[in-house]
């Protein structure tokens, strides 16, 4: 009788799980993370236990193993309904169709950065501009997504300098929408040098969000964004005043670029944006595109130099949260909704299947349809092999292009060489757009992959936090996770 209870309490079997160890000496220093996204931290002895079904069915581990599907018992519980249900919340950005739609309505710009991303033209340039019959048919392709929410993005160059289009494509949208009924949002990308009373007056008529680049102070902006004038800092300083005066706080929000330079200084940088009262950073990396790639050798840095910036600014941002402000940074925010959350950001470079194309389109200026800024970026270097075809023709056509079958088939992070025995796959993403720019190849191999390495060493940064920094570091990381998601905290899990 006593034997045949005890092996009926040791009756469990396995769910597909994965593991990292962590190599940080620490007694629980294995990370093990399920299909489903959840995860918990393990020692060696427990490791071996859960395997080899010798975990006693009476513990806190064995309810923790239990309730985050890294187990089941069977003929007791069906673990497949719940999983699949918390799967699809996670992949739920697949039933939409693209939702984010950037229109490039010119390459002129005043500006002259180094590590300009896109080719510019000069200010008074010509053949540089979005015409109205592309921007016509841009609104078309629109429409034809499926997505219920949708994001309408300006880039340029700088988008200012062709308001007209700007005016012609927010105007036939929203007339469009009056029977549509889409829920659409407007953002301008702008360094909010050309604003005018006429530019604020539309933006208040038309809710149109603004999004600029602050590289710090004065003279870290000014180096990196250099003008004619030099005074690129004191202008859109200016402009963010003007916008928040006259549509309010919220309406603009700010992106840092780093260079080499901006490496050096973590703590000016995020000085500036509490300054400046904005709620949220972005210390995004360089890309491996465009005039950056050419001006690499100035203005690069490797991967780790780029990390240990990372992790220093981020010590350097809890404690200005410990102290009162609130200052999330972009990042960070969506690794820990991926990690703790079963919901999926949407961001389009942390999807599997990737975002490019199925999340994003890019009209540029020129009537081509790219799928992603990145892979038009590509085009300025003179590789135009990721164009999914002309902006005339319909999303159907455009979505079943041989670019978007080559993406797709190296875009599913679960299925990559490296990834899919990648204990953080969950919550990374495949982005085969990179590795084609990088490696020459949308698979890319993940031992020479920059795009690996960052995520690798960004993921595992947090998830030593989440372990062992203390309650305050914590707190400041669960207000960084959206307020929608929180609601859902207690059932994705961390020890502690
Ligand atoms: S890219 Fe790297 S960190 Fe991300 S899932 Fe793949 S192997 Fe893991």
């Given at each position: 009788m006593q034997v045949h209870l005890i092996a009926k309490e040791t009756n469990y079997r396995l769910l597909p799980f994965r593991f990292l160890r962590m190599d940080d000496g620490r007694q629980d220093g294995v990370l093990v993370t399920a299909e489903t996204g959840e995860y918990l931290f393990l020692s060696d002895t427990e490791l071996n236990q859960l395997v080899h079904k010798q975990i006693d069915r009476h513990t806190k581990l064995y309810r923790d193993l239990l309730a985050r599907h890294f187990i089941y018992e069977p003929g007791v519980h069906d673990p497949l309904p719940e999983m699949a249900a918390q799967y699809r919340s996670r992949k739920s950005f697949m039933f939409g169709g693209p939702a984010l739609h950037l229109f490039?309505?010119?390459?002129?710009?005043n500006h002259t950065c180094q590590y300009c991303q896109v080719s510019r033209a000069p200010v008074g340039g010509s053949g540089h501009d979005m015409s109205a019959e592309h921007a016509a048919h841009a609104v078309d392709r629109l429409f034809e997504s499926p997505s219920p929410l949708l994001t309408v993005e300006f880039q340029g160059g700088e988008p200012l300098l062709a308001f007209d289009r700007i005016r012609q494509v927010i105007e036939s949208v929203q007339r469009r929408n009056e029977v549509e009924q889409r829920s659409i949002q407007f953002v301008i990308s702008s360094t909010l040098h050309h604003l005018s009373e006429e530019i604020l007056d539309f933006a208040n008529e038309h809710g149109v969000h603004f999004s600029t680049s602050l590289d710090g102070p004065a003279f870290l902006h000014n180096a990196n964004r250099p003008t004619p004038t030099k005074n690129s800092y004191e202008r859109t300083l200016d402009g963010i005043h003007r916008v928040r005066e006259r549509l309010?706080?919220?309406r603009v929000s700010a992106l840092t670029t780093l260079t080499a330079r901006s490496l050096e200084h973590p703590q000016a940088i995020i000085d500036e944006y509490v300054e400046q009262g904005f709620n949220s950073i972005s210390l995004r990396p360089l890309s491996p595109y465009g005039f950056a790639k050419k001006s690499e050798s100035r203005l690069d840095y490797s991967v780790s130099q780029y990390t240990d910036f990372y992790k220093k600014a981020l010590t350097y941002l809890i404690a200005v949260n410990t102290q009162g402000a609130y200052l999330s940074e972009g990042y960070t925010s969506l690794l820990l909704t991926n990690i703790l959350t079963?919901?999926?950001?949407?961001y389009v470079d942390l999807r599997s299947p990737a975002g490019a194309g199925l999340g994003a389109l890019v009209y540029n200026y020129d009537g081509s349809v790219y799928p992603s800024d990145e892979a038009r970026m590509l085009l300025e270097m003179?590789?135009?092999?990721l164009r999914l075809g002309?902006?005339?023709?319909?999303l159907k056509e455009l979505l079943t292009s041989p670019v978007i079958e080559l993406l797709l088939s190296a875009g599913v992070a679960e299925a990559l060489p490296g990834c899919s025995?990648?204990?953080?796959v969950p919550y990374c993403g495949a982005d085969p757009v990179e590795h084609y720019a990088r490696q020459g190849d949308p698979i890319g191999h993940r031992a020479f992959s920059a795009f690996c390495q960052r995520n690798m060493e960004l993921l595992t940064h947090i998830f030593r936090l989440l372990r062992d920094g203390d309650e305050q570091t914590r707190r400041v990381l669960l207000s960084w996770v959206s307020r929608r998601s929180l609601a859902d905290l207690p059932s994705a899990g961390y020890k502690g």
């Open positions: 490039v309505v010119t390459l002129r710009c309010g706080r919220d079963p919901f999926s950001t949407g003179g590789e135009d092999g002309a902006v005339s023709q319909p025995d990648c204990a953080l």
